[in-house]
Structures are given as structure tokens and as C-alpha cells.
DNA sequence: CCCTGATTCGC
DNA sequence: GCGAATCAGG
């Protein structure tokens, strides 16, 4: 794979939103993490977020960019040598929403308090917890002792993204542990969250 | 261990 | 110019 111009379009767009160099790897295929940091240094986007130069020092504040532009008046003038970089301070978007809530039975788990429902306007459909069963919610019941207590930053691919706790209280983070591969829990709660339509079938309430 | 970006340096 | 290897850090 080469750069072409537009790879690096996608490069330099998703470099500004704050994606990592291995996400934008991920996103362009065929190149490494290094290739992209690489890539990104030759075209000398490197600084990002506070890139607060180490301001000589204190002795000599040097306002002085360098060049001394003396005579010489191309029509460039304007062209400011300092980026904006000002507003931008640490975009790095959270994973977007929450961690993607899978469609079987997901919610409703420690908070036994009845619907909360911090801001929520009418919420979808969320099966209850009378519709796992007994076993299985005991199980999880064990396993939410065990988590790693994640805060939402902290989950990767292979991180247990199961929700533990209200949202709306401080009694709030993720399983965090050790994933199954290619699915986004661990293995106590794939087994609440995925279940055979058999298992589900008219275990009634 | 997972992950970050930064640098180096042979190609 | 490119990017693997390596470094330094969280």
C-alpha cells in the first residue's frame, strides 16, 4: 500500500478528530501503527493538543519566531506561523455512545431499583431481569465482585463492556474483564447476554 | 499485558 | 519517503 491522496486525507481527517495512530491503521489496512506515526511526523502534524512549546525557558521569553521577515512583503502576509491549535485541546472523542448494548437481555442488572430512568425519555424495549434465569443472574450477580471496575476510557476490544451499576450515580463502570474473543464480554456475561431463543422462550414472568 | 505516540535508521 | 524496531510512557 502506498500513500495515496487519499489515504492520507483520511489520515489527516481522522488524525484531527484525535483517533489514534492504530485506529487510523485499522481504518486505512495494509499499514502498521508505526506507518501511520510515521506518516504523520513526515507531514509534520504531529503536535496535537496542548503542544504548549516548552517556552524557552523564563530568562528570554524570544517572541521571536525567527525568520526576520525584514523587507520583502509577499503577498502572504497574512499567513500566520502559529496555528490555531488553541481551541482544540483533547479531542479524542469518547467511543462515541455508550458501548454498544446488545440486543438480548442487558440492562436491569444491579440496580435492583425499579427503573430509574435518569433522562431517558420512553426507553426501548429492554427485557427485565425476570427474563434471565436465576441461575444466570446469580452467576452475574458473583462475577460484578470480580470486575475490574473499568471506567468507560478504560475498555478496549478485550474488555468485558458490561454496564455494572447506575449511570446516573457514581456506583457506575464497566465488568473489565478479559473478553471472549470476537464478542464484547467476558465469558459470565456472554452467557446472560446471548442465550438461545430456547432458553427464552416462555420462561414467562 | 494492553495501549499510546516519538525516534531512529536501514532501505 | 517509508516503516520496523525500538524507546518511553500510561
Known sequence: MS???ERVE????MWAEGQSASQIAKEL???TRNAVIGKVHRL?????VGAADPAPASASPAPEPEAAPVDEAPARAAAPAVEPAAPRVEPRP???AAPRVEPAA???VTPLRKAIIPAGQPLPPQPSANEISPEALASVREIEKKARKLSLMELTERTCKWPI???????FWF?????VAGKPYCEAHVGVAFQPMSARRDRRR
Not at 10 to 13: A, I, N, P, V, Y
Not at 44 to 48: A, D, F, I, P, V
Not at 165 to 171: I, Q, S, V
Open 175 to 179: 465488568c473489565g474483564l478479559p473478553s
Open 165 to 171: 451499576g447506575d449511570p446516573a450515580t457514581d456506583h
Open 29 to 31: 489496512g495494509g499499514v
Open 10 to 13: 483520511t489520515l489527516k481527517k
Open 94 to 96: 469518547a467511543p462515541a
Open 3 to 5: 500513500w495515496t491522496d
Open 106 to 108: 442487558v440492562p436491569a
Open 44 to 48: 509534520g502534524l504531529s503536535n496535537r
